[in-house]
């Protein structure tokens, strides 16, 4: 099978946000807690929240799934963080990280981008980038957003 060579038109998507997503299991505790993951990911799939344009599944290594998603803005990608099902993930990821870690890089379109990393060594662009604690005005991923276009 060939393909002819293609490209995208993002004319239609000015404010597109990409974000990728890890989880790292460090233990056989982290891989099971992969389970529990998968349940909601694939609700998002499932019944996916206003603004996600994509959802797709990668790997990024063994014991290390991950996934990327494609936004029509950030509004929506934030609308969705602050959701409750999210939010009550986060909270319990945060109580118990389940023997893994996780990050995400967030990539807008119209620039900047950001990062966080929790219990995974340097990867992506903690790779070669300084480290900063995400507190005071570094704390959301919107402040660390818009200070990357500056």
Do not use: N
């Not at 799939?45 to 290390?64: A, I, Q, T, Y």
């Amino acid at each position: 099978m060939t393909y002819e060579r293609r490209s995208v038109d993002l004319s239609g998507y000015p404010d597109l946000v990409v974000v990728y997503l890890g989880y790292r299991a460090k233990t056989l505790k982290g891989a099971r807690s992969l389970l529990r993951i998968g349940r909601g990911l694939r609700a998002v799939k499932k019944d996916p929240p206003p603004g996600l344009l994509s959802h797709e599944d990668v790997w990024f290594g063994f014991m290390h799934p991950g996934f990327r998603q494609y936004w029509r803005d950030f509004d929506s990608l934030e609308a969705f963080t602050r959701a409750p099902q999210h939010q009550a993930w986060w909270r319990d990821f945060a109580r118990d990280s389940g023997g893994g870690g996780i990050w995400h890089e967030t990539y807008r379109l119209r620039g900047g981008m950001e990062a966080i990393y929790s219990g995974v060594p340097g990867i992506g662009l903690a790779s070669f980038a300084p480290e900063r604690i995400p507190m005071g005005p570094f704390m959301s991923a919107r402040q660390r957003v818009e200070a990357g276009v500056r």
